[in-house]
């Protein structure tokens, strides 16, 4: 079978021989095992299922929880001529009854769904039919309540594996310990266990902790020494990349923002400017991070604490893609670990206030009790939290967890341009205009300006229709709607607001309830890992690439002599010698007046940066010189 799969991978991806590890997991999806491929980030993990299945007669379902994701993937393989398409919650009803029919007549190669997709009845009758040549669950960690990003909606895979019994699987995950690794195996009902997995070791990449009060101060100094390439700057609000952004700006920086709440169409601009170097750095949240890749990324900066080190070392193997020399910086000021305990406490309302949460948003959406199941509605949880005088953070934690038990999908606000497509054949077009002439000036000015309508989704604007056909946008919208219902078009509507889907009907709220593994086992899971993080922050005595190795599993003492952690071992000490010719230097020099923290090692020359910072550290610490809250460094008077 090598020869074979080599032969795809040369044909549709245009490379001539695998990436380590990806041809023997190739080589065990094509003989019908299943198997689990721990690939780390950047590892080639979509090559270990696209290329097998393209060698397999029959369509490919695969289960990823990302829209975004989706998206871009089934972007790509149409790119290479590949049949491929999506569904999710909140889709347009007839686009999803074409992909299902498209897989269940053999013209479709890739059939992407999103795990809540895998419960409902329209799937498992579908599938009943489709001949299924693999089943690739992406990110499989989310199966496991050990995972950092455990949903229960994943748990129906194997419910699904009855309906196709020969059909292999593939899992696939970046980030997983040895515990979340049995366990993907056993709830996915693994017929013998089957593990392939690269070394999460990253040799080019160097791994720091910084601890310092002045991060702002800091980040500028790391970027203004970076002579190439690209960084990512992650935070944890939303606020905060707006503000650090535009200090960067102010500061001669390159730099833009990225979040969830900012519309798809803005994000995906922003995103493109990035890739293509346009601008030098991204300030994000956790929202930008999975489907990344872009080569040349030598820096990544956290402000704040990550809630695992699960996230984090995906977020930090953003960089260095290309196998060049990279850095990251987890910076850390006195009061961050006790805001992780704190977010943690946040993250998880009381049993009675999410129940009293759940309620109200059927209220609010006008949904009576028994009614909802598989639709969509505009909210804005802003709003909603206002009209129910609920905190807004705690809300959107109640939701989450609702989200995780299945009951709703949050899907983001969409700006990009309406679609459609003109379903009825050429035959028919001209038999429904002379039993419909009131449309018959909107399909022909369809057909004369949008090639290719008949075959694919082709975008239209609404307003240039209306401005050409003299008629009110919103009467148009109503036209396309009504040739939808018609059967004659599908219409996919942008919109302008996010929504929240209802996956079942809504239910009395004395029959509302969150099972443990969503609840108090993931809570009592998150405090752990807030643990590890801060283990792994306050450990300067073992290497950071060392530890993070250990905590995947790997057993390993080769230090990688680069992180902070090495750095300090390779130099001699902070003696007394040392820190008395520093903190005159730097005392001296405040004689003359206030300079930044940021500055410090220019006040020192010859010394390296780290014994530096450490001696200003212990000279504030003991009062003698003054950091202001905008790290101003100041002298005290000599006695």
Same mark, same amino acid.
């Given at each position: 079978?090598?020869?074979?799969?080599?032969?795809?991978?040369?044909?549709?991806?245009?490379?001539?021989?695998?990436?380590?590890?990806?041809?023997?997991?190739?080589?065990?999806?094509?003989?019908?095992?299943?198997?689990?491929?721990?690939?780390?980030?950047?590892?080639?993990?979509?090559?270990?299922?696209?290329?097998?299945?393209?060698?397999?007669?029959?369509?490919? @379902?695969?289960? %990823? !929880? &990302? /829209?975004? #994701?989706?998206?871009?993937?089934?972007?790509?393989?149409? $790119?290479?001529?590949?049949?491929?398409?999506?569904?999710?919650?909140?889709?347009?009803?007839?686009?999803?009854?074409?992909?299902?029919?498209?897989?269940?007549?053999?013209?479709?190669?890739?059939?992407?769904?999103?795990?809540?997709?895998?419960?409902?009845?329209?799937?498992?009758?579908?599938?009943?039919?489709?001949?299924?040549?693999?089943?690739?669950?992406?990110?499989?960690?989310?199966?496991?309540?050990?995972?950092?990003?455990?949903?229960?909606?994943?748990?129906?895979?194997?419910?699904?594996?009855?309906? @196709?019994?020969? %059909? !292999? &699987? /593939?899992? #696939?995950?970046?980030?997983?310990?040895?515990?979340?690794? $049995?366990?993907?195996?056993?709830?996915?009902?693994?017929?013998?266990?089957?593990?392939?997995?690269?070394?999460?070791?990253?040799?080019?990449?160097?791994?720091?902790?910084?601890?310092?009060?002045?991060?702002?101060?800091?980040?500028?100094?790391?970027?203004?020494?970076?002579?190439?390439?690209?960084?990512?700057?992650?935070?944890?609000?939303?606020?905060?990349?707006?503000?650090?952004?535009?200090?960067?700006?102010?500061?001669?920086?390159?730099?833009?923002?990225?979040?969830?709440?900012?519309?798809?169409?803005?994000?995906?601009?922003?995103?493109?400017?990035?890739?293509?170097?346009?601008?030098?750095?991204?300030?994000?949240?956790?929202?930008?991070?999975?489907?990344?890749?872009?080569?040349?990324?030598?820096?990544?900066?956290?402000?704040?604490?990550?809630?695992?080190?699960?996230?984090?070392?995906?977020?930090?193997?953003?960089?260095?893609?290309?196998?060049?020399?990279?850095?990251?910086?987890?910076?850390?000021?006195?009061?961050?670990?006790?805001?992780?305990?704190?977010?943690?406490?946040?993250?998880?309302?009381?049993?009675?206030?999410?129940?009293?949460?759940?309620?109200?948003?059927?209220?609010?959406?006008?949904?009576?009790?028994?009614?909802?199941?598989?639709?969509?509605?505009?909210?804005?949880?802003?709003?909603?939290?206002?009209?129910?005088?609920?905190?807004?953070?705690?809300?959107?934690?109640?939701?989450?967890?609702?989200?995780?038990?299945?009951?709703?999908?949050?899907?983001?606000?969409?700006?990009?341009?309406?679609?459609?497509?003109?379903?009825?054949?050429?035959?028919?077009?001209?038999?429904?205009?002379?039993?419909?002439?009131?449309?018959?000036?909107?399909?022909?000015?369809?057909?004369?300006?949008?090639?290719?309508?008949?075959?694919?989704?082709?975008?239209?604007?609404?307003?240039?229709?209306?401005?050409?056909?003299?008629?009110?946008?919103?009467?148009?919208?109503?036209?396309?709607?009504?040739?939808?219902?018609?059967?004659?078009?599908?219409?996919?509507?942008?919109?302008?607001?996010?929504?929240?889907?209802?996956?079942?009907?809504?239910?009395?709220?004395?029959?509302?309830?969150?099972?443990?593994?969503?609840?108090?086992?993931?809570?009592?899971?998150?405090?752990?890992?807030?643990?590890?993080?801060?283990?792994?922050?306050?450990?300067?005595?073992?290497?950071?690439?060392?530890?993070?190795?250990?905590?995947?599993?790997?057993?390993?003492?080769?230090?990688?002599?680069?992180?902070?952690?090495?750095?300090?071992?390779?130099?001699?000490?902070?003696?007394?010698?040392?820190?008395?010719?520093?903190?005159?230097?730097?005392?001296?020099?405040?004689?003359?007046?206030?300079?930044?923290?940021?500055?410090?090692?220019?006040?020192?020359?010859?010394?390296?940066?780290?014994?530096?910072?450490?001696?200003?550290?212990?000279?504030?610490?003991?009062?003698?010189?003054?950091?202001?809250?905008?790290?101003?460094?100041?002298?005290?008077?000599?006695?």
């Amino acid at each position: 079978m090598s020869e074979l799969t080599r032969n795809v991978l040369k044909r549709y991806w245009g490379y001539s021989s695998f990436r380590p590890h990806q041809e023997d997991i190739v080589d065990s999806v094509i003989s019908g095992r299943d198997t689990l491929a721990l690939l780390p980030t950047g590892g080639g993990k979509s090559i270990c299922f696209q290329v097998p299945a393209m060698a397999m007669d029959g369509v490919c @379902i695969v289960v %990823t !929880p &990302l /829209i975004s #994701l989706m998206k871009d993937q089934v972007q790509h393989l149409k $790119d290479l001529n590949i049949p491929a398409r999506a569904i999710y919650s909140g889709m347009n009803n007839s686009l999803i009854e074409l992909a299902y029919n498209e897989a269940v007549f053999g013209s479709l190669k890739f059939l992407y769904v999103s795990p809540e997709r895998l419960i409902t009845r329209a799937f498992i009758e579908a599938v009943k039919k489709m001949r299924v040549c693999l089943l690739a669950i992406d990110e499989s960690h989310c199966i496991s309540q050990w995972g950092y990003d455990f949903r229960p909606p994943y748990l129906k895979i194997s419910d699904i594996r009855k309906y @196709i019994p020969k %059909t !292999p &699987l /593939i899992a #696939l995950t970046a980030t997983a310990t040895p515990v979340v690794v $049995d366990d993907i195996q056993y709830r996915l009902g693994f017929k013998m266990r089957n593990v392939f997995q690269s070394s999460f070791e990253r040799k080019n990449v160097t791994y720091n902790v910084m601890k310092i009060q002045d991060k702002n101060g800091m980040l500028l100094r790391l970027f203004q020494k970076m002579s190439s390439g690209s960084g990512i700057v992650y935070v944890r609000s939303r606020s905060r990349t707006k503000t650090i952004a535009e200090w960067l700006q102010a500061s001669g920086i390159s730099a833009t923002f990225y979040h969830a709440g900012i519309d798809a169409k803005t994000r995906d601009e922003r995103q493109r400017l990035w890739m293509e170097g346009k601008t030098k750095v991204i300030v994000a949240t956790n929202a930008f991070g999975m489907g990344i890749d872009k080569p040349d990324v030598r820096l990544v900066v956290h402000m704040d604490l990550p809630d695992s080190l699960e996230a984090y070392f995906q977020e930090a193997g953003r960089a260095g893609r290309d196998l060049k020399p990279s850095q990251t910086f987890l910076l850390v000021a006195d009061s961050d670990i006790r805001k992780l305990k704190d977010n943690l406490d946040q993250s998880y309302p009381d049993i009675d206030r999410i129940k009293y949460i759940y309620d109200s948003i059927g209220k609010f959406l006008n949904v009576p009790i028994g009614a909802g199941e598989n639709q969509s509605f505009d909210f804005i949880l802003k709003d909603f939290a206002q009209h129910y005088q609920i905190p807004l953070l705690e809300a959107f934690n109640a939701i989450r967890l609702m989200t995780s038990e299945g009951y709703f999908t949050m899907s983001e606000a969409m700006l990009s341009p309406s679609e459609l497509m003109i379903t009825a054949g050429k035959d028919e077009i001209f038999h429904f205009t002379s039993n419909y002439r009131q449309y018959e000036q909107t399909i022909a000015f369809l057909l004369r300006n949008h090639p290719g309508i008949l075959s694919n989704f082709v975008k239209i604007n609404e307003e240039a229709i209306s401005h050409n056909l003299g008629v009110e946008v919103e009467t148009i919208q109503e036209t396309l709607k009504k040739l939808e219902s018609l059967n004659f078009l599908i219409f996919k509507q942008r919109s302008s607001k996010p929504q929240i889907h209802f996956n079942t009907d809504r239910m009395d709220i004395r029959h509302f309830a969150l099972s443990d593994e969503v609840y108090r086992n993931r809570k009592e899971d998150a405090a752990k890992r807030i643990q590890a993080v801060i283990d792994f922050v306050n450990d300067d005595s073992t290497c950071r690439s060392i530890q993070l190795l250990r905590y995947f599993g790997e057993k390993t003492r080769k230090k990688c002599g680069k992180c902070d952690v090495c750095n300090n071992d390779n130099r001699i000490g902070l003696g007394d010698n040392d820190y008395k010719e520093i903190s005159n230097l730097i005392y001296n020099d405040l004689d003359n007046g206030s300079f930044h923290i940021s500055e410090a090692p220019q006040h020192a020359k010859g010394y390296f940066e780290e014994k530096v910072f450490e001696v200003v550290r212990i000279m504030i610490d003991n009062g003698v010189i003054i950091q202001d809250e905008e790290g101003l460094l100041r002298g005290r008077k000599r006695r």
